[in-house]
C-alpha cells in the first residue's frame, strides 16, 4: 500500500499539527518495514529521525504521485481522485476563531465540512477534539462525522522537561519569584488560554490563601488584538504586581521556569492536545487542567469557563500539600497511558482497513 505525505505542509503548521504529525510518523514509519506500507513523501522530512528512516519503506518525490491513500495533515489537502485519511490535531478555528459575519451567513458551513465529506477516515488525538469536530458539523452529518473520526491518542513529548534539581529551584524562585512560590501558565497565543478567567480566578486565590504565591505567564507572540486583551485583563486584576507576563523564553530557560513551579496551571479551552500536562508529569510537578479524560485522577480538574473552580483548584493546590504530592505521584502513573507506538498501532489498524490491506 502505497501512502502519500506532504511533509512541506507539516513543517509549515502549528507547534500542535507538528507535534501530532511527527509523534504519529515517526512512530508508524518502522512498522512499515515489516508490513505492506510505503511512505512516499513530498517536500523536507528534516524534521523525521533519520535512522528511522533509513530502515523504513521511503521514497522521496518533488510532487504528488500516483498512491492508494494521501495521508493529509490538518484537513489541507482535497482531491477526488485519491482516497484520503487526515491526522487533525484540532478544532480551535471552527471553536475559537470564527469571525463575527458568519453568524450573518446562513448557508456557511463548517471550516471541516469538506474535509470530513471527503477523507475515509479522521486521526484526531483526543475526545475533546472529537466532539467539537462533530458539533461543528450540520446535524445530518453528526452520525457520518463519529463514524468517521478515531481517537487514536498521543504521546509524550520527546524532549521531556524533567524535575529541577534543589539548586536549580533555589535559584529560579529567588530570581522569578522574588523569594516566593509561584504558578507557571503555559500559553499559546489564543484565546483559548483562558488568561482573563485566569486572572480573575487569581484574585479570589489570592483573597482566600495567605501565602503569596505568584502567577507566571509564557507570553509568546500574541495576535494584537488579544495580547492587548490580556494586557488589559492582568492591569484589571487586584494582585496584578504579583501577575508576571513573561517575554518569550530560550528553552533552556523556559524549562527551568516550568520545572521549578509551585504548580502548573493551565485552564485552557483549546481542543489542542495539553502536552503542558504531560511535561508536567514528567517534571513532577501538579497540574490543574480542564478536561477529565485526560487527567484521570492525575491534576486538579476544573471547570475552564467557572472562574472560581479555577480558584478552587489552585488553592488546593497550595494548601493541600498531600493532595498535590498525591497528583504528581498519579501522573507519573498516567504518563504510561500516552505513548506514540500505541497511537501509531492504532492509526495503522484503520489505514489497513482503508486501503483494504490485510
Known amino acids: 500500500m502505497k501512502i502519500s505525505v506532504d511533509f512541506n505542509t507539516i513543517n509549515q503548521d502549528t507547534l500542535s499539527v507538528q507535534a501530532f504529525a511527527i509523534g504519529t510518523l515517526n512512530a508508524l514509519i518502522p512498522q512499515m518495514t515489516s508490513s505492506s506500507f510505503e511512505l512516499i513523501s ?3 522530512m528534516l524534521t523525521f ?5 533509513a530502515n523504513a519503506a521511503v521514497k522521496e518525490e518533488s510532487s504528488l504521485p500516483n498512491p492508494d491513500i494521501v495521508l493529509d495533515v490538518d484537513g489541507n489537502f482535497f482531491d477526488d481522485n485519491f482516497p484520503t485519511v487526515t491526522l487533525l490535531a484540532d478544532a480551535d478555528e471552527e471553536v475559537f476563531f470564527k469571525q463575527p459575519w458568519w453568524k450573518f451567513d446562513k448557508d456557511r458551513q463548517s471550516e471541516y465540512f469538506w474535509m470530513v465529506a471527503a477523507a475515509k477516515a479522521i486521526f484526531v488525538p483526543s475526545r ?8 461543528s458539523m450540520p446535524a445530518a452529518f453528526h452520525e457520518l462525522t463519529r463514524k468517521k473520526t478515531h481517537v487514536v491518542g498521543h504521546g509524550p513529548n520527546p524532549n521531556p522537561i524533567l524535575p529541577a534539581d534543589v ?3 533555589r535559584i529560579t524562585k529567588e530570581v522569578y519569584g522574588k523569594e516566593h512560590s509561584y504558578f507557571y501558565a503555559p500559553s499559546s497565543g489564543h484565546a483559548s488560554d483562558n488568561l482573563e478567567r485566569l486572572f480573575a480566578a487569581y484574585d479570589v486565590f489570592r483573597a482566600r490563601c495567605k501565602e503569596p504565591v505568584r502567577l507566571l505567564v509564557g507570553l509568546p507572540e500574541y495576535e494584537l488584538k488579544h495580547r492587548r486583551a490580556v494586557r488589559k485583563a492582568r492591569k484589571r486584576a487586584k494582585f496584578s504586581q504579583d501577575i508576571v507576563l513573561l517575554p ?3 528553552d533552556h530557560e523556559y524549562r527551568k521556569v ?5 504548580a502548573i496551571v493551565y485552564p485552557s479551552l483549546s481542543t489542542s492536545f495539553p502536552l503542558p500536562v504531560l511535561d508536567a508529569w514528567t517534571a513532577e510537578i501538579p497540574v490543574l487542567y480542564t478536561d477529565n479524560d485526560i487527567l484521570q ?3 486538579a480538574l476544573v471547570q475552564g469557563t ?3 473552580s479555577i480558584a478552587e483548584g489552585m488553592v488546593s493546590l497550595v494548601t493541600t500539600p498531600f493532595l498535590a504530592s498525591g497528583l504528581v505521584e498519579n501522573g507519573k502513573r498516567r504518563l504510561q497511558a500516552f505513548s506514540w507506538e500505541a497511537v501509531a498501532e492504532r492509526v495503522a489498524g484503520v489505514l489497513r482497513e482503508v486501503g483494504g490491506s490485510g
Not at 49 to 53: E, I, Q, T, V, Y
Open 42 to 44: 513530498i517536500g523536507d
Open 49 to 53: 529521525p533519520s535512522a528511522r528512516l
Open 128 to 135: 475533546r477534539v472529537s466532539d467539537a469536530l462533530v458539533v
Open 167 to 169: 539548586v536549580t529551584r
Open 248 to 250: 518569550e523564553q530560550s
Open 258 to 262: 516550568f520545572s521549578s513551579a509551585r
Open 297 to 299: 485522577g492525575a491534576g
Open 306 to 308: 467557572d472562574e472560581q
